[in-house]
């Protein structure tokens, strides 16, 4: 998941506005990054305190700074118009990745209460930007100029970028209607922060008690020691407890053996937002609808899903719903087969009762077991957190010949934050840093996430980028090395995709960096790096055993891949129907009561009973803390189209390693950014356009014949 800065495209830029000399040396969040590297966050300085006067000034001096580019008496030009708005705001970019920080993973009740306070602050700040009639006409000019025709291709893609978005905006509209687009912009904002913060209430006030020792029965080791550690934290006078966060969750899902305490689990966690309580999302999310339905409207769209597609890869909602009702119907037709297999087991054992949601990751793992001789137990141990992220490491320098060096000269925002200085192999140029926040902790959103501190640019010379991944790791014990799950280890490789996507880029202006880029196509390059984890380089080098240190063996590689189809049902069905209900639900133009609506559409579309979605409507902070993946979850299957037929690449030639498919994959993907149409880029890796078929034989779904 990108976790892109809280602003677009107008809070880019470089230079300083001349500002107060006290206020600036007063608050640190306005200083200029200094040190290594072109100036990193000085974390170990900024104060909750300093962030409202911080962005009230960045604010004034971003509005100054388009008041200069606007008032120009010389006819726009790039450089006086597109190149300048690229170097305006880099104060107020900062300080947003700060903000972003604080806000993912360092949350307290003294945030919150800036955060609220600032949030419809912003948007308005972002409206009188995209609003700016005179800066309009500028863009407007340069775009239908055919003086712009002469420039250099990436030059006319940004002239588009920032013409395209102004219009998207509300560029276009008459002074009255400008005004109403704001005004919902701003209560959405406020709106978004009252639904995360009461996500993240949920996640950290409500956990489960465990109180005997026959309530860790079937709990590994790792996961039993994260539960007491817990308990430890919290200050409980229990055991141990199990955390409202899917870290925790699911792996107690998996192994508990305990059916009544397994329903607890359950429960709580897909009720989070949904408890009629201070924290319930329900009214929330129905408003956020209203008003997008009201803003796509007054933008010229009929729904709000169609204004959001308008420039996605898709374009039209009905592409993305027939692309998730074919895999769907294979994939429900799977589940079905698995419960069948599971339910024998039941009655096997004498249980009086039918497969429910609570139970099926734990008899998926008996399944899994009977029929492949696969444990995840099994696997765990040799699954080590650190040997995998230098496994992720080796992978990087065999595609794209990057290294990684750890350091520790930089200031970081918590203990458990580090760094890595990334570099060129072969040239040995630095190209930028990766942070690594890997824990669940009090404070911190729950998943995993990448984050751009900040982006590649030769605007002025080279500008170094800083990315970082955070993840919901549990931490355990110490002296005890963290053990992961393949499924976590499939997220690592993921998340790891993201932060490449930005070290890779090589592009001249930040707003076409990395990992900006169309939604539908930003998950593509982090799902295709998920294919090395399980190959035999990775598994033989780093898939080591925690005590012994001897590799996987090779019956056990075998039987991994022998199983690696196994739960594919279960996760199309639990991702696909969150994105089919994300799709209808910005469909739908009337007020909508959320459980019945939920129950009505995942009734119409047959779905287990055995399965939930993977976030219900009152929790889907994708769609409802931002406007980023709202009618947008969908991207995850669009990216996965893209991505089994690109592996494919890879497999028709000399395998995962092959270096020229990964020179083209990094001249055509992974280096330039927004810097080309996605479907060209693609076109130029791959030789033509991907195929859907790919993704059915990755997934081991039956391919329609096409007549």
Request: proline share 4%; hydrophobic share 35%.
């Amino acid at each position: 998941m990108i976790m892109k800065k809280l602003m677009t495209i107008f809070l880019m830029g470089t230079t300083l506005f001349a500002a107060n000399a006290q206020t600036t040396s007063d608050n640190p969040l306005l200083k200029k990054w200094t040190g290594p590297y072109g100036g990193v966050p000085a974390f170990n300085e900024y104060k909750v305190s300093d962030f409202k006067p911080a962005i009230q000034f960045a604010i004034q001096e971003k509005l100054s700074e388009i008041d200069a580019i606007v008032n120009n008496p010389k006819a726009p030009t790039f450089d006086n118009t597109i190149a300048a708005l690229e170097r305006s705001g880099k104060t107020m970019s900062r300080i947003y990745t700060v903000y972003g920080i604080y806000g993912s993973t360092l949350s307290t009740p003294e945030f919150d209460a800036v955060e609220t306070e600032m949030s419809p602050k912003l948007s308005e700040f972002s409206d009188k930007i995209v609003q700016n009639k005179k800066l309009f006409t500028k863009i407007e000019t340069l775009y239908n100029s055919k003086e712009s025709k002469k420039l250099t291709s990436e030059q006319q893609r940004l002239i588009w970028l920032y013409y395209t978005d102004f219009v998207r905006e509300g560029a276009k509209l008459n002074v009255q209607d400008k005004e109403k687009v704001a005004k919902i912009n701003q209560e959405l904002a406020s709106l978004f922060t009252k639904f995360s913060q009461n996500l993240l209430a949920e996640e950290h006030n409500q956990y489960v008690a465990l109180k005997t020792e026959s309530d860790f029965d079937g709990l590994p080791t790792e996961v039993k020691n994260a539960a007491i550690a817990e308990a430890k934290s919290r200050k409980l006078d229990v055991m141990g407890c199990i955390a409202n966060t899917r870290s925790s969750i699911e792996p107690f899902l998996t192994f508990s053996t305990r059916r009544d305490l397994r329903e607890k689990a359950f429960d709580i966690f897909v009720k989070r937002g949904d408890n009629g309580n201070a924290n319930d999302n329900n009214a929330t999310l129905v408003s956020i609808l209203q008003l997008r339905t009201k803003k796509a409207n007054l933008l010229g769209f009929p729904t709000f899903a169609d204004w959001s597609l308008s420039n996605k890869m898709a374009k039209d909602p009905k592409k993305t719903i027939d692309l998730m009702m074919s895999v769907w119907e294979p994939a429900v037709e799977k589940v079905h087969q698995d419960v069948a297999e599971m339910q024998k087991i039941v009655d096997a054992e004498g249980g009086k009762f039918k497969i429910q949601p609570w139970d099926y990751r734990y008899y998926a793992e008996k399944v899994r077991k009977a029929k492949y001789d696969l444990d995840q137990n099994e696997v765990k141990p040799y699954l080590q957190l650190e040997n995998l992220r230098e496994g992720m490491f080796w992978v990087a320098g065999e595609l794209f010949n990057l290294s990684f060096k750890q350091i520790t000269t930089v200031p970081v925002y918590h203990p458990d934050v580090r760094v890595w200085e990334v570099s060129n192999k072969i040239t040995g140029k630095v190209v930028g840093l990766w942070y690594f926040d890997p824990y669940a902790r009090a404070g911190k959103r729950s998943g995993a996430w990448m984050n751009a501190y900040r982006d590649q640019q030769k605007m002025d010379g080279e500008v170094l980028t800083i990315v970082s991944n955070n993840c919901n790791f549990i931490k355990g014990t110490a002296n005890e090395p963290v053990l992961i799950s393949w499924e976590d280890a499939t997220t690592l490789f993921h998340e790891f995709g993201h932060a490449l996507h930005g070290l890779c880029s090589n592009v001249t202006y930040p707003s076409l960096a990395g990992t900006s880029v169309a939604r539908d196509y930003v998950e593509f390059p982090s799902q295709l790096l998920e294919h090395w984890l399980a190959t035999p380089e990775v598994l033989n080098k780093f898939a080591l055993h925690y005590k012994t240190n001897q590799p996987l063996p090779q019956s056990l590689v075998d039987r991994i891949e022998k199983a690696s189809n196994f739960g594919e049902g279960f996760s199309t069905v639990e991702t696909i129907s969150s994105s089919l209900i994300d799709m209808k639900l910005h469909l739908t133009t009337s007020p909508i009561d959320p459980h019945k609506f939920e129950k009505e559409t995942l009734d119409a579309l047959h779905m287990p009973s055995e399965i939930v979605m993977r976030h219900r409507i009152p929790q889907f902070g994708h769609i409802f803390s931002g406007d980023g993946y709202a009618a947008g979850y969908y991207s995850y299957l669009w990216a996965d189209v893209i991505n089994a037929d690109a592996y494919e690449a890879f497999t028709e030639g000399k395998g995962p390693y092959d270096k020229e498919v990964a020179k083209r994959l990094y001249d055509n993907v992974f280096s330039v950014g927004n810097t080309i149409d996605q479907e060209k880029a693609y076109e130029n890796f791959r030789g033509r356009a991907p195929k859907s078929d790919a993704l059915m034989r990755a997934r081991n779904f039956p391919i329609k014949d096409k007549k």
